[in-house]
């Protein structure tokens, strides 16, 4: 009975795990550069607990940097190809970034944020 207990708890518990990384990838806004212009600003409100995922595509050879200009509280983080000796300026090997969003400090309330993505050839 224990046995079934264990594992009527535990693979549910791995599924949703696998689901929501696996979501996560495909749940990523698209952030697009205007036409000829290499900046452009992410706005938008992020809940208590929840992580944003931003996709953005840049040309071979650009450098990308992020800077959060509206609230403190947030982190922004460049997902592969990350190096944490030269973030949050990575050299772009690679098309496409992921940027992800979270709060430091968990609030009871959503937070607005705006954050300044710069790609640099």
């Known amino acids: 009975m224990y046995k079934r207990y264990l594992h009527g708890l535990i693979l549910p518990a791995l599924s949703l795990t696998l689901s929501n990384s696996v979501l996560a990838q495909d749940e990523c806004t698209p952030v697009d550069f205007e036409p000829e212009t290499d900046s452009t600003v992410i706005a938008d409100r992020i809940l208590p607990e929840q992580t944003l995922c931003y996709r953005l ?5 650009q450098e ?4 959060v200009i509206e609230d403190n509280n947030i982190s922004a983080l460049l997902q ?3 190096d ?3 973030f ?5 090997d690679q098309h ?4 992800l969003v979270k709060q430091i400090k968990r609030t009871v309330t959503p937070q607005y944020f705006r954050i300044a ?3 640099k050839p």
């Open 84 to 86: 944490p000796q030269k």
């Open 117 to 119: 993505v710069k790609a």
């Open 88 to 92: 949050p300026r990575v050299p772009s």
């Open 64 to 67: 990308v940097s992020l800077e």
């Open 57 to 61: 595509i840049t040309a071979a050879e």
């Open 96 to 99: 496409v970034y992921e940027i």
């Open 80 to 82: 592969n190809p990350m």
